[in-house]
């Protein structure tokens, strides 16, 4: 996806999300803010993005949203388990409508035969007790893997919680 299919992507969020007058927030590891970055760009997010969370280490993600230790000691950061906690935790924090987790192996170090790099988890929560997780591997280098991650976490949103509803 080129820049600025991305821009019109968060566009498209930004507008769906300005019209139900809600409010997005985001709790990211691997992609460093990118997500929050792509929203903002967008002029007049400010009216439906409410706030970002890096939580890149797992210490973050305790303290800022709420993950649980045990939830990181037993599974993981690269978990199911706690993206759910991440979202969730985020929804809460910024007292938004929606929220976007994700956390991931961007590489080139860091993963295993179990969680390879390019493994990232996606965990989408509403207001409404709404929620889903998604687990993708993504190819490329690190950059690359986390601009799929960015692109596939607003097109996920856009599609599962915001097109035609």
């Not at 809460?92 to 987790?101: F, M, P, V």
Request: aromatic share 8%; glycine share 10%.
């Amino acid at each position: 996806m080129t820049d600025h299919e991305l821009m019109q992507l968060s566009e498209s969020v930004g507008q769906a999300l300005k019209q139900r007058g809600a409010t997005l927030t985001t709790a990211e590891s691997c992609t460093g803010g990118w997500v929050a970055k792509v929203i903002t760009d967008i002029a007049g997010s400010s009216a439906w993005f409410e706030r970002g969370f890096v939580t890149y280490s797992n210490e973050a993600k305790a303290q800022m949203i709420g993950v649980r230790e045990p939830t990181l000691i037993e599974h993981g950061a690269v978990s199911e388990p706690v993206v759910i906690e991440m979202a969730i935790g985020a929804l809460r924090a910024a007292r938004a409508d929606y929220a976007i987790s994700i956390s991931g192996i961007a590489g080139p170090d860091g993963g295993s035969d179990e969680k390879p790099v390019g493994t990232v988890w996606f965990g989408f929560a509403t207001a409404q007790g709404e929620g889903i997780t998604r687990r993708e591997c993504f190819s490329g280098d690190r950059e690359s893997v986390r601009r799929q991650a960015t692109v596939y976490a607003l097109k996920t949103l856009w599609q599962q919680f915001l097109q035609n509803t």
